[in-house]
């Protein structure tokens, strides 16, 4: 007799689930958000599920990662920094043993373990020097090495689009075509291969799709950008500020909050010399993100194809706020290849003299598109004000989830893992291998994607180069590295624009003292004495690069 929930295979029926992390994405750059940006498929994610406004990442595309995978914050998971190793376990720059991975649980679960895209958790790498990579050892592990039956794509941080330097199929490195590639669209082939083949074996498959889109360097097919031609003329402040209008009008943030003013590092677009390559550098953004959600609706259509799509848990976020370096060739330049595959040379640097988005330019959008993308947030990238640790977060399942609905409650990437755990029945032990595993630290939103009662049990934290942060319910306790703190109600203030600091000394002591013994417990490490370690080590002159 077939147990309940068991199909004629014997296989128990559970949800398939997709996670989608994009990278350097901003709040406000999908269309359900109020861009301008063409993002059907992403939108009809959130028009036919649920959409979560106050979701949290952890500032940098690393430790974002880390916490995804394994629920528990990046310096639990060896990653308090980057990928280089500073000497102590919080920022040892792989994954630490104690710390299981997602696709290690989903594996012993009895999922199929699946991820095509971008890795970043094994370690540092410098893209020009390949020939001396050591992928597999014991400080660079792989997907592979991290419980995932299959892999396709990198390893390390930052790829050409067009011709990537170091990409993978399971252990090994494969070639790319010289003339015929584009890596969005590569990750989006190859993760439809997987699910092809986890359906084709009967067997429940967890997918992790990294995507690399939209981060720097900015390379899109031409068609896409001929689509962006002309709609960033008006400048980065008209720009804003229609996103902001029609977030608003969309009702999908919890109060109609004043936008942040326009970042002060940004000139007033009547001051800027160089208005039609600024134009065309947003331009080429855009058509990264468009390209990106052409390839979210391939996904969505296969699942469809196979009878799948309704049983079927896709969660889509981004890995940190939108990205403010600046592209020099002294700066992050000088570590990747200045030649295509091909032959040809690459133009390193954001040089208005040439056209943004080709195969051989290698250049970023910079910081007042990125204040755009961050709308109605303020600050980037690295720092945990709002601008730098929101995203949406999309989640589809539609045999569980209402459509239409929008929640704002605060949540974060730790959740992720133990949610998924959830839906899928799939249970965390206390040791992995022989070895003991560190309690979670996120909690299950299952309840709360659901429409049921849910409220969080314990506050937010965060830190990432000396930026560090608590929310706990309401209120938000900030600073920027050696600077004061600053308090906020993030009810009536998400835009952090009226400092509450010297109003309420009990409550600022309390958070500020909840801070300190997170930081402790956690390994936190002053970064004024990191720093200069790592600077030394990245031979650069700053962290922004």
Sequence with gaps: MMQPGQTETGRTERPNVVLVLVDDMGFSDLGIMGSEIRTPNIDALAHNGVL???????????PTRASLLTGLYPHKAGIGHMGTNLGTPAYQGFLRNDAATIAEL????????????????????????????????V?????????????????????????????????SRVEVSPSDFYLTDAITDNAIQMIDESVSLDQPFFLYLAHHAPHWPLQAPEEDIARYDGVYSGGWD??????????????????????????????GWGDVKVKDWEAARMAAYAAM????????????????????????????LSDNGGCAEFMAEDGWGKYYSDRHNDGRKIEIGNRPTLRPGGPLTFMSYDLPWANVSNAPFRLFKHWVHEGG????????????????????????????????????????????????????DGENILPLLEGRSWERER?????????????????????KFNQPWELYDMEEDRTELNDMMGRNEPLTARLTRDYEGWAEATGVADWNRMQPILLKAWDLGDVHG
């Design 52 to 62: 979560l406004s106050a979701m949290y990442n952890c500032a940098r595309c690393c």
């Design 106 to 137: 989903m594996r012993l679960g009895g999922y199929r373990t699946l991820m095509s895209g971008k890795w970043h958790v094994g370690g540092d790498y410098t893209a020009r020097l390949v020939d001396s990579w050591r992928v597999g050892d």
């Design 139 to 171: 400080e660079h592990p792989t997907p592979r090495q991290r419980g995932f039956d299959r892999f396709y794509g990198f390893v390390d941080g930052v790829m050409n689009f067009f011709s990537p330097h170091y990409m993978m199929r399971d252990d």
């Design 238 to 267: 008209a720009t804003r500020t229609a996103r902001h209008e029609e977030m608003q009008a969309r009702g999908v943030l919890q109060h109609k909050w004043n936008i942040s003013p326009r970042d002060e590092a940004a000139p």
């Design 289 to 316: 993100i468009d390209r990106l959600d052409q390839n979210i609706g391939r996904v969505t259509s296969r699942l469809k194809e196979l009878g799948i799509l309704d049983d079927t848990l896709i969660l889509f």
């Design 389 to 440: 640790i929101s995203t949406p977060l999309i989640v589809q399942w539609p045999k569980r989830f209402r459509p239409q609905t929008v929640v704002h409650s605060p949540c974060h990437v730790i959740d992720v893992l133990p949610t998924i755990l959830a839906a899928t029945g799939v249970g965390y032990p206390s040791e992995l291998g022989g070895e003991a595993i560190q309690a979670m």
């Design 459 to 479: 506050p937010l934290f965060f830190e990432h180069e000396g930026n560090c942060a608590i929310r706990d319910g309401k209120f938000k306790l900030v600073r």
